[in-house]
C-alpha cells in the first residue's frame, strides 16, 4: 500500500484505491508513503508519455489494477504536443501547456485522471457523475475529458458572469454527458456547494458522486510528465539542468514539478509566479501560513487565497517551515504588473500570453534584471484566446484560438442557470 493521507489518521492505500477516493477520509490528501529516487541517465525521453509512464510505475504496486494499463493511460493522456517556444533573449523558453482540447494545461491531468476511472469502472456500475466547481479552466478541462465517456456524467458549476465569455461559451459546448450551470453567487459558492453535496450520504446513495478537483492523485501526478520529459531532454543537450518558473494557485502544477525534482530529475530552481493574492508570498517571506480569502485579478485562474495543495508541500518539505522556504522561491504579480507585462511582451519576448503566463514572464524579467543568466522554462499554462478580453489591448494581431479549442467555440452552448443553494443543486444531481 503506497499512499497516505498527510493528515495521518488513514489507511494506507494503493494508487487505484487512493485515486478513486479522492480526498482521504480524515480530510487530507495522499501522497506517497516513500518518494521513489529514480536514475534520470535510465530513463525514457522520446516523448512525455513514456517518461511519464517511467516515473508512475513505481508509485503503483505490482497488484494494482492500473499496473498493467500504464503506458496506455499516459499515452491517452499526453495526446497533444507539449512545445518550447524560444523566448526573445537568450536561454528562456515557453513551455506550451495549452495545445490540448481546452488550451490549458489542465487539459494533462484531467484526461489521465478520466481515462484511470473509466479502466477501474465496472462495467456494470451505476453511472457516476463528476461534480466540479470551476473558476473557469478546470471546469472544460473536465468536461472535455469526460465527455462521451459510458457510465460518466459531468455537472460544472461555475460562477454566473464570472469567467471569461470564452470559458463560458466552451463550458457549455459540450453537451451529451455534460451538464453546464451557471450559480447566480461566486467561485467560493461554487465549491461549497460541490463540498456539502460530496458530504451529503443521502444525496450521494442516490447519485454517485465523484470529485475532480486539484488535489486528485490523478490530477496531481501526471503534472509531472511535461517537467520531467523537458528537463531529461534539457540535461541530454545542453548537460545542464533547466530552472522552471510556473504561474500558481492552488500548487497543483506546482507541486507535480517539485515531486518530479525530488524524485531525481534535473530540475534546479522552481519559482512560483502567483498574482496579487498574498498567501504564498506571506508565508514564503517568513510569516506563518495563513489562508485568506481570495481576491479578484486578471489572471483569475490562480485567484485562490487558500491552496489546497499547501498540505502536500508541507509533506515534501517533512513539515518544516523554513525547508519550505528552501524547496521554493515565490514572487507575486499585481495586475499593474500583469498589464505592464502584456503591454511589453511582443515587443520583448516575441509573444502574447496569457494574463496567469504574464506572471511568469514578470518572474523571469525580474531574474534577468539582477543579472541572473541561467536557463529558465517557463510554464504557458493557457493560450491567450481564453482571456481576450484581457489580452487584446496588446495584441498587434489577431488572437487565433487553437484549433481544438476553436472547434468549441463554433459549436452552440448552453447553460442551466441555478440559485446559489444546496437543494437547487440536489435536485440537478438527481434529475
Ligand atoms: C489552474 C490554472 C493555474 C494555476 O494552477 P494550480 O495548479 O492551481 O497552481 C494557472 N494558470 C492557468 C491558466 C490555470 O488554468
Redo the contacts with the bound molecule.
Keep these: 500500500m503506497n499512499f497516505l493521507s498527510t493528515r495521518g489518521a488513514s489507511p494506507a492505500l494503493g494508487f487505484s484505491a487512493a485515486l478513486a477516493m479522492g480526498l482521504a477520509p480524515d480530510g487530507g490528501l495522499y501522497v506517497p508513503r516513500h518518494i521513489p529516487r529514480l536514475d534520470a541517465e535510465a530513463l525514457p525521453a522520446d516523448c512525455a508519455a513514456n517518461t511519464l509512464s517511467a516515473l508512475l510505475a513505481p508509485l503503483l504496486a505490482s497488484g494494482d489494477p492500473l499496473r498493467p494499463h500504464l503506458p496506455a493511460l499516459c499515452a491517452e493522456a499526453c495526446d497533444f504536443p507539449l512545445p518550447l517556444k524560444a523566448l526573445g533573449e537568450d536561454r528562456a523558453w515557453l513551455l506550451e501547456l495549452f495545445h490540448g482540447r481546452t488550451a ?3 487539459d494533462l491531468a484531467a484526461g489521465f485522471l478520466a481515462a484511470a476511472l473509466s479502466r477501474l469502472r465496472a462495467i456494470d456500475a451505476p453511472a457516476q457523475t463528476v461534480l466540479v466547481a470551476t473558476s ?3 471546469g472544460a478541462a473536465v468536461a472535455a475529458a469526460f465527455h462521451r465517456r459510458p457510465g460518466f456524467r459531468v455537472v460544472v458549476l461555475y460562477p454566473e458572469g464570472r469567467v471569461s465569455p470564452a470559458q463560458a461559451h466552451s463550458l457549455g459546448a459540450f453537451g451529451d454527458n455534460v451538464q453546464a450551470v451557471a450559480v447566480q453567487g461566486s467561485f467560493d459558492d461554487c465549491q461549497r456547494l460541490v463540498k456539502q453535496a460530496l458530504a451529503d450520504i443521502e444525496l450521494r446513495a442516490q447519485a454517485p458522486l465523484l470529485s475532480a478537483n ?1 488535489i486528485s492523485l490523478g490530477r496531481w501526478l501526471p503534472q509531472m510528465a511535461y517537467y520531467a520529459w523537458h528537463a531529461l531532454r534539457f540535461q541530454r543537450t545542453h548537460g545542464e539542468s533547466i530552472n522552471l518558473i510556473v ?8 507541486m507535480a514539478a517539485l515531486l518530479a525534482r525530488a524524485m531525481g530529475l534535473p530540475i534546479g530552481e522552481i519559482r512560483l509566479a502567483t498574482n496579487a493574492n498574498p498567501t504564498l508570498d506571506a508565508f514564503a517571506r517568513g510569516s506563518a501560513y495563513t489562508p485568506r480569502d481570495a481576491i479578484a485579478t486578471l ?1 483569475n ?2 485567484d ?1 487565497g487558500a ?1 489546497s495543495n499547501f498540505e502536500r508541500l508541507r509533506w515534501l518539505a517533512g513539515g518544516e517551515d523554513r525547508r519550505i522556504r528552501e524547496l521554493v522561491r515565490v514572487q507575486r504579480v499585481d495586475d499593474e504588473r500583469i498589464r505592464a507585462t502584456l503591454a511589453e511582451a511582443e515587443a520583448r519576448h516575441g509573444t502574447l500570453p ?1 494574463p ?1 503566463t504574464a506572471c511568469g514572464l514578470a518572474v523571469l524579467e525580474d531574474l534577468r534584471g539582477t543579472g541572473d543568466a541561467r536557463p529558465w522554462l517557463v510554464a504557458a ?2 493560450h491567450p484566446s481564453k482571456f481576450t478580453e484581457v489580452v487584446a489591448p496588446y495584441a498587434r494581431n489577431p488572437i487565433t484560438p487553437p484549433a481544438a479549442f476553436a472547434a468549441l467555440l463554433a459549436k452552440p452552448s448552453e447553460a442551466a442557470t441555478m440559485a446559489a443553494d444546496s437543494t437547487a443543486l440536489a435536485s440537478v444531481l438527481r434529475g
Design positions: 490549458a494545461f489542465k473557469g479552466d478546470t486539484s504561474p500558481t494557485g492552488n500548487l497543483g502544477n506546482a489572471a485562474a490562480m485562490v491552496p496569457c496567469h499554462t493557457a
